[in-house]
C-alpha cells in the first residue's frame, strides 16, 4: 500500500514537472504554431496565384512586384509602394 502510494506520486511530480511554467510555454507554443500555419496559408496562396498566372502582380494596382521584393518575401501579395502606409 504504502508503496503504491509512493509510486502514484513520483508519477504525478513527474508530469507536474513537465508542465513547469505552463502559461508561458503554452502561449510560446500557441505563438509558434499560429506564425507556421500562416506561412503555410501565405505559400499555399501563393502556388494557387502562380496556377492562375497571377503570382508577382499587386492585388492592390496590379503591377508587377520588384524581382527584390519576391526574392526577400516570396508570398508576397502588393507592390512596394501599395505596402507602405
Ligand atoms: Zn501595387
Do not use: F, K, N, W
Not at 10 to 30: F, H, I, T, Y
Not at 66 to 79: G, I, K
Amino acid at each position: 500500500m504504502a508503496v503504491h502510494l509512493t509510486a502514484s506520486t513520483s508519477r504525478r511530480s513527474a508530469s507536474g514537472s513537465l508542465r513547469s511554467v505552463p502559461g508561458e510555454r503554452d502561449e510560446a507554443r500557441r505563438a509558434l504554431l499560429d506564425a507556421v500555419e500562416a506561412d503555410l496559408r501565405a505559400v499555399e496562396d501563393a502556388l494557387v496565384r502562380l496556377d492562375d498566372g497571377r503570382y508577382g502582380r499587386c492585388d492592390v494596382c496590379g503591377q508587377a512586384i520588384a524581382d527584390e521584393v519576391l526574392a526577400a518575401e516570396p508570398t508576397a501579395r502588393r507592390c512596394a509602394s501599395c505596402t507602405e502606409p
